[in-house]
Structure formats: C-alpha cells, structure tokens
C-alpha cells in the first residue's frame, strides 16, 4: 500500500489482497491448512495494527490475534459470504475478542461510535451492506479533502493514533479530530445514499 502524489492530490494505491472469502470457504469445506496459513499470514499484521491502535501492546495484541484466529479455524463453517466479507467476519471476531480481554483484565474497551460503530456479537449474522468492498473504499476516500484523506490513511493503514498524526502534520490534535470527525461524516453520508 502506498501514497501516490501527483498534481497538488494524494491518491492511495491499495494493494489487492488474495480471495480471503476464497480461503475462507476451503477452510470452512476442507480444513485446508494451506488456506489458513494463507489467510493467517495475510489478515494477521493488519489484525495487530488495528488492535495496536487501540491502545494494546504488541505481545496482547499476538494473544488476541491468535485466539480470534483459532476462533475463525473452529468456526469457519459459520462463514457465509453472502452476508459478509471474510475481512468483516474476522474483524468482527477479533475485536470481539479484545473487548473479551479488555474486560477481564478490568478495563473498559476504549470506543468511538464515529470511527467504529457497535459491530455484532460474533455469532450474529453480519448486514452484508455494512461490508465495504476495495471499489467502494476508493470511492468514499475520493470524496474526501487532502486534508482528511492523509489523516484518513494515517488512522486506518498506518494505525497511528491522533497524537501521532497531529505530530506528523504538525497541526494541532482538535484539527486532526475534527479532520476525521468530518471524513467519517462523508462516509457515513455516502453510505446511506448508496
């Protein structure tokens, strides 16, 4: 994944991941353990940015990742990719899994209904219209500023918390929040048009 710069616009090139939902149904059918090495060594390293962003150590986040991971292995018949991306469904399951050890641990799980709203228990069935496929995430990151766009970036590839980010773009940290309350205003606009 990259940031290409170019005429005064920055335009994020996504890198095409392999068919997860592909990987997910041979797991589910086979117990192909080939397929799950697969999908491991591809969803892990993003599964431990998103819970390093949330405020987790590298070593919790690994034990997170594995039980979520084990959790998908022993549940991947429950997949069905006609309600939901096999990225959705395992996001679903690991955070979770982070609420689970947040709480045994004693601490409340840190939230923010505008950057992720309440997903589903993880034996609910997941609203295939909250899943965002690669199309559509071009499309929501199109309508955004420059501005909101790098932050934007910054938040959900790089993992970086606000702080981190208003140090990188040396703005003040309510610029970078109000940058990403208003980008994730847009999409939340988009998606109830489209």
Not at 31 to 50: E, G, M, T, V, W
């Amino acid at each position: 994944m990259g940031i290409l710069y170019g005429k005064g616009l920055i335009t994020l090139v996504l890198p095409m991941d392999p068919n997860l939902n592909e990987l997910m149904t041979r797991i589910a059918n086979d117990r192909d353990r080939q397929a799950f090495s697969q999908l491991f060594n591809n969803i892990a390293p993003k599964l431990k940015a998103f819970l390093r962003k949330g405020g987790l150590s590298s070593e919790n986040a690994e034990e997170i990742i594995q039980e979520a991971l084990f959790t998908v292995w022993d549940r991947a018949a429950q997949f069905n990719s006609s309600k939901a991306s096999a990225t959705t469904w395992i996001y679903t399951i690991a955070r979770n899994k982070k609420i689970d050890w947040l709480r045994k641990q004693g601490r409340q799980p840190m939230t923010s209904s505008e950057l992720w709203p309440d997903l589903p228990d993880e034996s609910a069935e997941i609203d295939p219209d909250s899943d965002l496929n690669l199309a559509t995430v071009r499309k929501l990151l199109d309508n955004l500023t420059i501005e909101q766009r790098q932050v934007v970036y910054k938040t959900f590839f790089e993992a970086k918390s606000q702080s981190e980010i208003a140090l990188d773009l040396d703005v003040p940290l309510g610029t970078v929040k109000s940058r990403l309350r208003l980008a994730m205003k847009k999409f939340e606009n988009f998606m109830s048009v489209n």
